[in-house]
């Protein structure tokens, strides 16, 4: 056809220049728009889907005075009285488009009978969109009324996300697909938007500042519905940030009791002090209230554990008998800050008391061990039996670390999560979306949240990986409007 000629490659794009474009380019634009309009006229297949991609691009929309007529007045007065039965008794599904149709087809012109069909289609998107729930998907089926006399009045519906139906919609699929949002019939978010479209159906004549209203009313549920949740999200804020700070006070006290662990240690303490002790004596040094130990105790009745199993002299066995109440006190003390299950907890006191015995029982047959391997320790007892730590001594191992996860991975992070993004994460149980909630200001903690009453603290290292595996990817978010006319211009060009 010539309007296929005239579009080469398809109408999106077609028009590249600045504000400026030449006159040639403009009228080149006019004369396209008028032989599309007449080819369509005469019913040609080909001026259908030119017709259709004229109408969603949005370069289109940037050129003065396109020759687009205006909707017919029959067509306009007919979907008039649909409204107000539609505002009565809802119709919806097939009975709808076929009113729509018949009406268009009875009554307009067929640039018009074509925006109805856009306009269908686009509410088919809505209708099946999976993320959309039942009863926010039925409020806005409600719509396709008011939004076919929308499109109608206002051609660039599909070109402009400006809009102010468009905007309407857009910002009601983006509540509703809200992770956090309560969608349930009776939800207070679901009710509010049942009086907005019924307010719309009533109100609406020819007005497009009706839509504006309208979107004042939307924001005004959305900022109810960011209060129900406030109380809450301080609340997981609160437990966040304290969880980030006993974190970072774990880290330091791995890193302390790294430099004072032996090479000779055994095994299982190093196991206990790194996977438990550090989280006690982080727990100590983040606690509000009052603790059955402080920071510094736990880290005195480590150095006293470290120096308890070392290797001893003989002389040293009368100072470990006087040390092992204390310090089986101080251990029992300390251990009621976390939650160290009773098997775990008997085992390893098992182990040290063999640990024990075996000191004493080494020590017995070696009653004058040389003093240079006693010396180099980073811990020894003083003669008033209390421990004292050298920076300078032999150093244990260095505590265990996760994978760090790669630059492209914490890329990610920096680059494109913001407080407020949709995400789709398997935390073990499949992949499902949720709400970033909240960030830490050190970004190393992450907040993940999902109605009811779901929420999760990720660490940094861990969302990385998260990403890096492809278990966590952030959700565009684009409206079903927006799906379905991408979907129209995806269609190759007809010719």
């Known amino acids: ?24 380019e403009h009228h080149r634009i006019h004369e396209l728009v008028s032989t599309t309009l007449s080819e369509l006229s005469q019913g040609l297949p080909e001026a259908r889907l030119q017709a259709a991609r004229l109408l969603t691009d949005p370069d289109m929309f940037g050129m003065a005075d396109l020759p687009l007529p205006a909707v017919e007045p029959p067509l306009l007065e007919s979907l008039g009285q649909l409204q107000t039965t539609a505002a009565v008794a809802p119709v919806t599904g097939a009975v709808l488009l076929g009113e729509l149709t018949d009406r268009a087809r009875d009554a307009g012109s067929p640039l018009d009978q074509l925006t109805v069909e856009i306009v269908s289609l686009v509410f088919d998107y809505i209708y099946n969109d999976k993320r959309l729930a039942d009863p926010i998907k039925q409020q806005l089926l409600r719509l396709q009324v008011v939004a076919v006399k929308a499109a109608l009045i206002d051609r660039s519906f599909f070109a402009r996300r400006q809009h102010p139906m468009r905007r309407l919609i857009d910002r009601m699929t983006d509540l509703a697909t809200d992770p956090d949002a309560e969608v349930h019939v009776d939800a207070p978010l679901v009710k509010g938007m049942a009086e907005v479209v019924d307010w719309v159906l009533v109100k609406f004549d020819t007005d497009l500042a009706t839509f504006e209203q309208a979107l004042e009313r939307i ?54 002090l790194y996977r438990w002790w ?182 940094r290292p861990e969302l990385a990986q998260l990403f890096e595996a492809g278990k966590a990817r952030v959700i565009e978010r684009r409206s079903s409007l927006d799906r379905a006319l991408e979907s129209i211009n995806a269609k190759p060009t007809a010719g």
């Not at 056809?1 to 040639?24: D, Q």
């Open 219 to 272: 924001e005004a549920l959305a900022d109810k519905e960011a209060e129900r949740r406030a109380e809450q999200l301080a609340r997981l804020t609160d437990e966040a940030a304290r969880g980030e700070a006993l974190a970072k006070a774990a880290e330091e006290a791995m890193s302390q009791l790294s430099v004072r662990i032996d090479r000779q240690s055994p095994a299982f303490m190093k196991d206990f």
């Open 1 to 24: 056809s010539s309007a296929a000629r005239h579009a080469g490659n398809g109408v999106p794009g077609l028009v590249h220049g600045s504000p400026g474009s030449t006159l040639t």
């Open 278 to 459: 550090s989280q006690v004596i982080a727990e100590a040094q983040v606690a509000t209230g009052e603790a059955p130990v402080t920071g510094d105790e736990a880290m005195r009745t480590a150095e006293a554990l470290i120096w308890s199993v070392a290797p001893k002299g003989a002389h040293e066995i009368p100072r470990l008998a006087a040390l092992l109440p204390k310090l089986i006190g101080g251990l029992m003390q300390g251990l009621k800050l976390v939650r160290m299950p009773i098997d775990e907890r008997e085992t390893f006191f098992a182990a040290l008391l063999r640990a024990h015995t075996e000191a004493i029982d080494e020590a017995k047959l070696q009653p004058a061990r040389p003093m240079a391997e006693r010396m180099a320790a980073p811990l020894r007892m003083r003669s008033d039996g209390t421990i004292q730590f050298t920076a300078q001594g032999q150093r244990g191992d260095a505590p265990p670390t996760e994978e760090a996860p790669t630059l492209l991975a914490r890329g990610l992070l920096d680059a494109e999560l913001r407080r407020g993004d949709r995400v789709e994460v398997d935390l073990g149980e499949g992949a499902r979306t949720f709400k970033v909630a909240w960030i830490s200001p050190s970004q190393q903690l992450y907040v993940l949240t999902r109605f009811p009453d779901e929420a999760h603290s990720v660490q």
